[in-house]
Nanobody
Framework: QLQASGGGLVQAGGSLRLSCAAS????????IGWFRQAPGKEREGVSC????????YYVDSVRGRFTVSSDNAKNTVYLQMNSLKPEDTAVYYC???????????????????WGQGTQVTVSS
């Protein structure tokens, strides 16, 4: 199970931290991806994270502003979002992909389990 939380309404330039709590599977066997979907737009991958070895990946639009980390004792992955922009407004999802498929981590259809989304709204 994956449980995403932490969304909300924030002004441009502000920060939010999303959490993705995992349960029911071996955390280290999977990478966690963060995706987002804005109204009328396709879902896009935002970042990938491996708690096994700390590997991270960010798409260009968030690199330098977003940071992913984990608390392995809690099986939780965090997405710290700073310097938020109105274009970051979307429903954010976390999902898992087998770690062996790391190179495919931005391909949403490769993920086998998704958490529910959490809404992030950035006002201008």
């Amino acid at each position: 199970q994956l449980q995403a939380s932490g969304g909300g309404l924030v002004q441009a330039g502000g920060s939010l931290r999303l959490s993705c709590a995992a349960s029911g599977f071996t955390f280290d066997d999977y990478a966690i991806g963060w995706f987002r979907q804005a109204p009328g737009k396709e879902r896009e991958g935002v970042s990938c994270f491996s708690s096994n070895d700390g590997r991270t990946y960010y798409v260009d639009s968030v690199r330098g502003r977003f940071t992913v980390s984990s608390d392995n004792a809690k099986n939780t992955v965090y997405l710290q979002m700073n310097s938020l922009k109105p274009e970051d407004t979307a429903v954010y999802y976390c999902a898992r992909i087998p770690l062996r498929q790391w190179v495919l981590c931005l391909l949403g259809y490769k993920y086998d389990y998704w958490g529910q989304g959490t809404q992030v709204t950035v006002s201008s």
